[in-house]
């Protein structure tokens, strides 16, 4: 028997059209209704195996939910989980697929909207798995295979509900560790946030004419730099505090790294590419 009876996916793009081949391709749940503003969207998802069902009604598609996964941008995962709380069935668990989870996770836990209903439950998630491609045409069902997904458990977090996220990511082909939204906050500002930061400067200060000039090392380097925008705009700005602190850790390095290289010393400089290398190379392909 599938471990969900129907799992409600609001905003069927990449990640979310990729929970629901994963969710169908490994029997976790029996029925995948997916919850978005486009018909057009929606159907071509159903199409494409995504969802086995959508619907512009997000009251129609949250009925009857076990588990709904929240995949907005980050700025609408409040206001969208909030509005939906009072609808849901008694026992529906929400979690999401956000990129920062402190404002989240400490809003809705706040919330009397969330309070009031002591049996629909809120555990935060954040799969970290993703390309710089949009859309469910992007959508694989192996996403999530050999990749973490972080859960960010508080006090305030139903126990029974936690255990049940994380082995729906376990189930999806995820390693799951689990953390506090503010260790969650300020490892992926390092890990995350300010690769694509860096990524996107790289690319920004080459020059167009020199453009026909790149090649692997470029492109593979400023790959993420292709994501979109906006969704990077939330993203860094609900995490401002640790992205910055991220930057100011790197252009110390930065600055170590050119003084050294200004000043002959270098035995200094090819140390820390030696530690960058070997860095990466623990992380493989």
């Given at each position: 028997m599938p471990e969900f009876q129907q799992i409600a996916i609001l905003g069927v793009g990449l990640i979310g059209?990729?929970?629901?081949?994963?969710?169908?391709?490994?029997?976790?749940?029996?029925k995948v209704v997916g919850i978005g503003r486009s018909e057009e969207r929606l159907a071509r998802a159903q199409r494409q195996g995504c969802i086995t069902e959508g619907t512009t009604d997000w009251q129609a598609g949250i009925r009857g939910a076990d588990l709904i996964?929240?995949?907005?941008?980050?700025?609408?995962?409040?206001?969208?989980?909030e509005q939906m709380v009072p609808f849901c069935q008694p026992g529906t668990i929400i979690t999401d697929a956000g990129s920062t989870k402190q404002r989240i996770v400490d809003t809705l836990h706040s919330s009397e909207t969330i309070r009031g209903r002591k049996d629909v439950y809120f555990v935060g998630s954040h799969p970290?798995?993703?390309?710089?491609k949009s859309g469910s045409d992007f959508a694989v069902a192996d996403l999530f295979e050999n990749r973490v997904t972080i859960?960010?458990?508080?006090?305030?977090?139903?126990?029974?509900?936690?255990?049940?996220?994380r082995k729906f990511?376990?189930?999806?082909?995820?390693?799951?560790?689990?953390?506090?939204p503010g260790q969650h906050d300020a490892g992926v500002a390092l890990t995350s946030h300010l690769p694509h930061v860096i990524a996107s400067l790289l690319a920004a200060?080459?020059?167009?004419?020199?453009?026909?000039?790149?090649?692997?090392?470029?492109?593979d380097t400023t790959r993420v730099a292709g994501g979109d925008v906006e969704l990077w705009r939330q993203i860094l700005s609900t995490n401002r505090g640790h992205v910055l602190q991220s930057l100011a850790n790197f252009e110390k390095l930065l600055t170590a790294f050119r003084a050294s290289l200004e000043a002959g010393q270098d035995e200094h400089w090819i140390t820390l590419l030696k530690q960058g290398k070997h860095h990466r190379d623990i992380v493989g392909s």
């Open positions: 059209g990729s929970i629901g081949l994963a969710a169908q391709k490994r029997h976790v749940a029996e996964v929240v995949c907005s941008p980050v700025e609408a995962i409040v206001p969208l989980v970290m798995a993703g390309s710089d859960v960010t458990p508080v006090a305030e977090t139903e126990r029974t509900a936690q255990a049940s996220v990511w376990e189930s999806l082909g995820s390693q799951v560790l689990e953390m506090s200060s080459t020059p167009e004419s020199l453009l026909e000039l790149t090649s692997t090392g470029w492109a």
